[in-house]
């Protein structure tokens, strides 16, 4: 029987290229709170997990609900299949929004979450102009004058 790897993590013919766990893991701002988290009281709820794949230049979307903790706006989400280590992310983006709710009393509180994905800040900044040289120097350039 093959054992789970990732590229770049097993030794070469002990392992089928790629296979994994179909267990979805997510992580927001770098710790897990998939399947095998390490509070199990702080969670992603179980089937709670929507992806909203969009055409063109559509932004990507997800939506999830969380107990045990209170996720911020702006946080990174990523969600990988079979390992949160695997470089094949099925969805990242930011914390969109959070809606905060109970079950029975406030103790029992829940919240739901919506992540976009980075497409649309992609236009945030335009820039424009007449630039000779390397790739290289060239995007030393644009960084500078973005980021100064």
Not at 11 to 32: D, E, F, K, M, Q
Not at 83 to 92: G, H, K, P, V, Y
Not at 99 to 105: F, R, S
Not at 124 to 133: E, I, L
Request: net charge positive.
């Amino acid at each position: 029987m093959p054992l789970y790897a990732q590229s770049g993590i097993a030794r070469s013919g002990a392992t089928r290229s790629n296979y994994h766990s179909p267990i979805g893991c997510l992580s927001i701002a770098g710790v897990h709170y998939g399947a095998g988290r390490p509070v199990d009281s702080a969670k992603v709820l179980h089937g709670t997990l929507s992806i909203s794949d969009q055409l063109h230049e559509a932004p990507n979307t997800a939506r999830f609900r969380t107990q045990g903790f209170t996720p911020v706006m702006g946080q990174a989400v990523v969600v990988t299949l079979g390992s949160q280590n695997n470089l094949d992310r099925r969805f990242a983006g930011r914390i969109l929004t959070v809606d905060q709710g109970y079950t029975g009393t406030p103790a029992n509180y829940w919240h739901d979450v919506s992540v976009i994905d980075p497409t649309w800040g992609m236009n945030k900044r335009q820039v424009s102009g007449h630039y000779t040289g390397s790739a290289t120097t060239i995007a030393e350039t644009l960084i500078g004058r973005l980021s100064g």
